[in-house]
């Protein structure tokens, strides 16, 4: 594809070799064109090719062949999770991820690493709850929501050779996974293991439900630790910010809002050209990898605010959860969970360069490497 011919908001990445959208109009276009797809097509391979044996266990690769978002459950599965993975639910959840985030902030070592002992076991152990799994099984499925983020991450890099450690591992994970989706649809409790229940009458076994606890896991709980860590640099930067969240004068949803607008924790959001097409102005070939700039579209409105401030455009104005059928699920979750997290943490009394905080942008979901940070003494 030729550089020059590119009509305004796009433009071909000869690097990456893909098409780059980067206004707020192109990226409507790309993520409701049905001749521009969310990825591999599996509708046409048999459910009952994939299913493992109840008392068996997915290899890797089956297991992410499993989630409902590429094969053909994806309509009743997302019509009735989105019944549930709403604003109302998710603020039926706000004084447990409150008091969940306060019992993490409140065991803070005085010295450490937020992203390891803040964030990751407040924003896992909240998503846990959410989904309606008892307490008793969380260190557990923490496990399985390490190897399952591991091992998605390290498809995305293209890894497909697992050592025998490894497989060994995901066996065991997955049976454990299996077992406890199963003792959960028998007697949890929760808007979303009601949703559970009526999906799994549509498959013989339970398999498809275990893979969509896994997915759910592995979609939330990486880019809301990236959106927090992002959040926290932007807040320590100003020095009377942490002060005015933690005196109400300034909102963290707001805050963490902004701060996603500006630097969403996915870089791009990618869509494949399935069949030849001109919907975007130029013409685009099977197989054409078309990668929507995240914030390229957010900022295109209302260019980047002082975050102490708040987000000066709506929430359905910014595509930091993406837009139209595969709108994210968690969107609303997620956003309560964040601000909730920055809520309690500013009441500790924190100590933060935000110069040292690191932040890995080199892959589309941005990664966090450190937060250290300190705890002063309380007066
Ligand atoms: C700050 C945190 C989060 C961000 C930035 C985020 C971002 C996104 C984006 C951009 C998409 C659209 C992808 C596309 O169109 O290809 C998406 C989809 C999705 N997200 Fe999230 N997400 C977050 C948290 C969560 C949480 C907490 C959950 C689950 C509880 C979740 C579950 C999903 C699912 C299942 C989809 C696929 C929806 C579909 O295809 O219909 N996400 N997310």
Redesign the pocket.
């Known amino acids: 594809m030729n550089a020059p011919t590119m009509p305004p908001g796009l433009r071909w990445d000869d690097t990456r070799s893909r098409l780059k959208v980067l206004t707020p109009e192109l990226a409507d276009i790309a993520?409701r064109d049905p001749h521009i797809i969310?990825?591999v097509d599996r509708s046409k391979e048999s459910m009952a090719r994939l299913m493992p044996a109840e008392d068996g266990a997915p290899t890797i690769v089956q297991f992410f062949e499993l989630w409902?978002?590429v094969n053909d459950n994806?309509t009743p599965f997302?019509t009735e999770?989105r019944k549930v993975?709403t604003a109302r639910s998710a603020a039926e959840c706000a004084d447990r991820f409150t008091a969940l985030a306060a019992r993490h902030a409140a065991a803070l070592p005085a010295r450490g690493d937020l992203a390891r002992d803040y964030f990751g076991p407040y924003l896992t152990t909240s998503?846990f709850a959410?989904?309606g799994v008892p307490e008793g099984d969380w260190p557990n499925l923490t496990k399985v929501a390490k190897l399952v983020i591991h091992l998605f991450k390290q498809q995305l890099l293209g890894v497909t050779e697992h050592s025998a450690a490894e497989v060994r591992a995901f066996e065991t994970v997955m049976r454990y996974l299996k077992s406890l989706t199963d003792r959960l649809l028998a007697d949890g409790s929760s808007p979303f293991l009601d949703a559970a229940r009526t999906l799994s009458t549509m498959d013989t076994g339970t398999w498809p439900i275990a893979a969509l606890v896994g997915?759910?896991?592995m979609?939330?709980?990486e880019?809301?630790i990236?959106?927090s860590a992002v959040a926290v640099r932007e807040i320590w930067r100003d020095p009377a910010l942490p002060g005015r969240l933690r005196d109400g004068d300034a909102d963290a949803g707001q805050v963490a809002e902004e701060v996603?607008r500006q630097q969403?924790?996915?870089g791009n959001?990618?869509?494949f050209v399935r069949e030849p097409c001109d919907c975007l102005g130029v013409r685009l070939d099977p197989g054409t990898v078309v990668a929507i700039d995240?914030a390229a579209v957010n900022l295109a409105e209302a260019p980047a605010a002082d975050p102490a401030h708040g987000c000066p455009v709506r929430p359905s104005a910014v595509?930091?959860?993406?837009?139209?059928?595969?709108?994210?699920?968690?969107?609303n979750?997620?956003?309560l969970?964040?601000a909730t997290g920055l809520r309690e943490l500013v009441r500790r009394p924190v100590a933060l360069d935000p110069s040292a905080v690191r932040i890995d942008t080199h892959n589309n979901l941005k990664e966090v490497r450190a937060v250290p940070y300190t705890l002063q003494e309380e007066s």
Do not use: E, K, W
């Open positions: 993520l969310t990825g409902y978002t994806y997302n999770l993975f998503t959410m989904l997915q759910l896991l979609a939330g709980i880019p809301m990236t959106a996603m969403p924790p996915f959001i990618f869509r995240t595509l930091t959860f993406g837009r139209g059928t595969h709108y994210c699920l968690g969107a979750s997620a956003r969970q964040v």
